[in-house]
């Protein structure tokens, strides 16, 4: 491991990225010196379960024995954090969001530690098989940015900000949406005497395939095979439920033109 990693961390943040990447630093041996909040409970909190680590509300970290801090804040206070740090001589400052963009650090070295994944306290995540997008402010960061990164997953990467961005967005669709999908079919299970588990066996082959095969061959269902019948028949099912009936029409017809037939 470069020398530089060797030293310690700091972490400014204590919520669900915050701790996720503060355990899993931990349990690569990586030690986490202070860890930061506004509520300094919850610095307190998280503190209690990185033993040797102290808890602040203070952003002046300009004594700090730490050499790398961590910004795992929400997007929106970032700026406002990076504008109140004050760093120790020599330190590297970076953020793990996957939209804002690095000039947000404005005169500090360092940059972006970007952990593709959805994070939920008291669920512990792999972080062996997370993907991490790094981009530093010189090749210097990013050296450090990708053997740090390197420590806890086996998935780094240099990327620029326009994909990173372009992956930010490409997330939302394949996670958040779909995440959305099926709170929609669950929705319309609700006068039945089925629930939403009755669908995980479909979800995750279909979802599976989609890998393995690519999206357009794992593809199946009416829409695909141009099944009218059965399409009109949802459609009127849906007629009491006029958001979920925009929503299959216009995905109906998303996958209709691009595997229609030509006459």
Known sequence: MDDFIDQKVSIIGSGRVATSLAHAFKAQGIFINEIYSRSITHAEKLSRALPGSSATDSLDLSHSESKL???AVSDDTIHEVVGQFQPPKGALLFHTSGTVPIEILDTNAGGIFYPLQTFTLNKVVDFKTVPI???G???HAEDVLLSLGSTISNHVKLVSGE???KLHIA???ASNFTNRMLAAAEEILQDTS?????L???VFESIQNAFDFGTDKALTGPAKRGDSKTIESHLKSLDQNPALKSIYDRLTAMITSKFSRPN
Do not use: N, W
């Not at 089925?194 to 009755?198: A, F, G, H, P, T």
């Open 171 to 173: 997330a939302v669709f």
């Open 69 to 71: 801090f961590v910004v």
């Open 200 to 202: 995980e066996p479909l």
């Open 133 to 135: 997008l790094i981009e």
């Open 137 to 139: 402010t010189d090749t």
């Open 194 to 198: 089925l629930d939403l588990k009755i």
């Open 163 to 165: 994909e990173r961005k």
